[in-house]
């Protein structure tokens, strides 16, 4: 019988993850679109400033790249995300576990 590796998620990966879901619903829902039911598990995203995960949105003809930066032992999670039919429509944020920090607004 094989048996199931369990892996524990950080608490503050999941408080991350579930305000990174809340700003796709955000974003999604201003522009009159539907958020995708399955969201992003950034628990396990390895994306790097080099190469970050991209998640698209089906009607928004963009979507989010995100990535996971440690400071001090600390996540914070970045992302940028547009509309490529709505000019500036770049939104450029930074997620602690706390809070949503909007760094950027109006590219793309």
């Not at 993850?17 to 009159?32: N, P, S």
């Not at 396990?44 to 991209?54: D, L, R, V």
Request: contains cysteine; proline residues 7%.
């Amino acid at each position: 019988m094989q048996t199931k590796k369990i892996t524990m998620i950080p608490p503050d990966l999941i408080r991350i993850q579930e305000l990174f879901h809340g700003l796709i619903r955000a974003r999604t829902r201003g522009g009159g679109i539907n958020a995708p039911r399955t969201l992003p598990r950034i628990a396990t995203a390895k994306g790097t400033m080099e190469k970050p995960n991209w998640f698209p949105i089906e009607n928004m003809y963009g979507g989010f790249s995100y990535w996971i930066e440690w400071v001090d032992g600390a996540p914070k999670l970045h992302t940028q995300s547009w509309c490529r039919i709505e000019g500036g429509s770049g939104q450029y944020h930074v997620i602690t576990p706390n809070e949503v920090h909007l760094i950027e607004d109006g590219f793309v």
